[in-house]
C-alpha cells in the first residue's frame, strides 16, 4: 500500500494512526458487534463516543464551563447563516471583517439578514494581509463581530485576537482550529467545519457562550436554533455519528501528540521550512504579508505560469498531490495542517528545489 503525500485544502489528510484504528474497528468497535457506523446515535455506546469527543476537545481547547459544544451539519456555509439567525438578537447591524474569499462569503450570506457593516477590508492589497485592528471601524450598536481566522485560499491568517470589548467575536475557524492555542473565552462563538483540520467532510462543530443562545429574535425554525441543539445536546435529530466518531480519534491523537501547544511548535516549524524556502529564490512566490502568512495553507506561484503543468506532474509523479491552487487564485497552494508530517513538507520543498534548477 502506498499513501500519498496528500496537500488538499479539504477535505484534508487525517493522521495515518486514525485511520488504523478506525479501520482495525470497523466491523466490530471494542467487542459491540457493530461498527460505529451501524449504531444507534442514541445508544449507550455511541453516546459514550460522543462525550469522550465533546470532553477531549474542551480539554485541548480548554473551552470555558459556560460554552455549549455542538455537533452539527451542514458545513461552514450553514453557519454564515445561523450566525446571523440567531446573534443579530434584535439588533440591526453586524461587523463583518473581509479577509478574502471565505470572509466575503459569510459577509454576503448576513446581509440577507441584517445590515452589514464592513469594518475592514483587505481588497485594497488583493486579500493578502490582515487589516491591524487600528484600521477597523466597528459600529457601536453591531450585535456581534465576525472575521475568519485563516483564509484557506487566501493563505492569511491572524496571529492575534481581536479586541471587541462587549460585543460579541465571532470567528470562523475552519480550517486553523486546533493549529494553535487560542482563548475561547474571548469569543462569542466559534465555528468550523471538520474537513480541514479534524475529520471527514459533514460534521460541523460549534462553540457558542451560553447567554447567547436563545436569544433569536424572530425565534428561528427548530433546526436553524442552536437553542434547539444545546437543548438536545446535539441529538435533536440524527448527528452525523461517523464524523463524531472520527474527530474523537482525531482529538486522542491531539492529546498523544501533547496537545495543541505542542502540535503548535511542529506547525511553526513546518511552514518555517516551506516560507523560508520561498523566500530564498525568484522562481516561486507567496505574495501574503510575511507577519500574516498562513501556517495551515500556502499559496505560491512559479516565475512563469506554463510551467505550473510539469510541476504538478512531476509532483504527482513523486506521490505528492493537491496541490494546484484553488481555481479562483490559480498557482499553487500546499496545505499543511496537524496531520501532516514534517516529512511531507520537505519532500515537497526538495521537490520544489530540484524543479526550479532543472527549469529556472
Ligand atoms: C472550507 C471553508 C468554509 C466552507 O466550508 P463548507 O464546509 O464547505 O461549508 C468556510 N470557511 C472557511 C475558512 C473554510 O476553509
Same mark, same amino acid.
Given at each position: 500500500m502506498a499513501r500519498v503525500i496528500n496537500f488538499s485544502a479539504g477535505p484534508a489528510v487525517l493522521p495515518e494512526e486514525v485511520l488504523r484504528q478506525a479501520a482495525e474497528e470497523m466491523l466490530d468497535w471494542r467487542g459491540s458487534g457493530q461498527s460505529v457506523m451501524e449504531?444507534?446515535? +442514541?445508544?449507550k455506546d455511541f453516546m459514550g463516543i460522543a462525550a469522550q469527543a465533546e470532553a477531549d476537545l474542551r480539554e485541548l481547547m480548554g473551552i470555558p464551563a459556560d460554552y455549549k459544544v455542538l455537533f452539527l451539519q451542514g458545513g461552514a456555509s450553514f453557519q454564515f447563516e445561523m450566525v446571523p439567525i440567531n446573534l443579530l438578537r434584535g439588533k440591526p447591524r453586524a461587523d463583518y471583517v473581509n479577509t478574502g474569499v471565505w470572509g466575503d462569503k459569510a459577509i454576503k450570506a448576513a446581509k440577507t439578514f441584517c445590515h452589514v457593516n464592513v469594518a475592514a477590508d483587505a481588497g485594497d492589497k488583493g486579500y493578502t494581509y490582515a487589516p491591524a485592528q487600528a484600521d477597523w471601524r466597528l459600529s457601536r450598536d453591531a450585535a456581534y463581530v465576525h472575521y475568519t481566522a485563516n483564509e484557506t485560499i487566501g493563505g492569511v491568517e491572524f496571529n492575534w485576537v481581536p479586541e471587541t470589548g462587549d460585543v460579541p467575536l465571532v470567528c470562523d475557524m475552519s480550517s486553523n482550529i486546533l493549529s494553535r492555542p487560542v482563548d475561547?473565552? +474571548?469569543?462569542g462563538l466559534i465555528y468550523a467545519g471538520a474537513q480541514k483540520n479534524i475529520g471527514p467532510a459533514g460534521l460541523t462543530i460549534v462553540i457558542v457562550r451560553e447567554d447567547l443562545v436563545g436569544q433569536a429574535q424572530p425565534k428561528p425554525p427548530a433546526m436553524l436554533d442552536y437553542k434547539t441543539h444545546v437543548d438536545a445536546e446535539s441529538m435533536y435529530n440524527t448527528p452525523p455519528t461517523y464524523g463524531i466518531y472520527i474527530a474523537g480519534l482525531v482529538f486522542q491523537w491531539l492529546k498523544r501528540q501533547g496537545g495543541v501547544a505542542a502540535v503548535e511548535q511542529k506547525n511553526i516549524e513546518k511552514a518555517r521550512v516551506l516560507y523560508d524556502y520561498l523566500d530564498s529564490t525568484d522562481f516561486y512566490r507567496n505574495p501574503v504579508a510575511p507577519a500574516d502568512r498562513s501556517r495551515m495553507n500556502v499559496p505560491f506561484t512559479l516565475k512563469d505560469p506554463a510551467l505550473d503543468a510539469d510541476f504538478l506532474k512531476g509532483a504527482e509523479e513523486r506521490g505528492m498531490v493537491q496541490l494546484k491552487g484553488h481555481r479562483i487564485s490559480g498557482g499553487m497552494r500546499a496545505s499543511i495542517y496537524n496531520a501532516m508530517p514534517l516529512a511531507g513538507v520537505q519532500a515537497l520543498v526538495d521537490y520544489m528545489k530540484e524543479f526550479a534548477a532543472a527549469r529556472g
Open positions: 449504531m444507534s446515535h +442514541r445508544g475561547v473565552g +474571548r469569543f
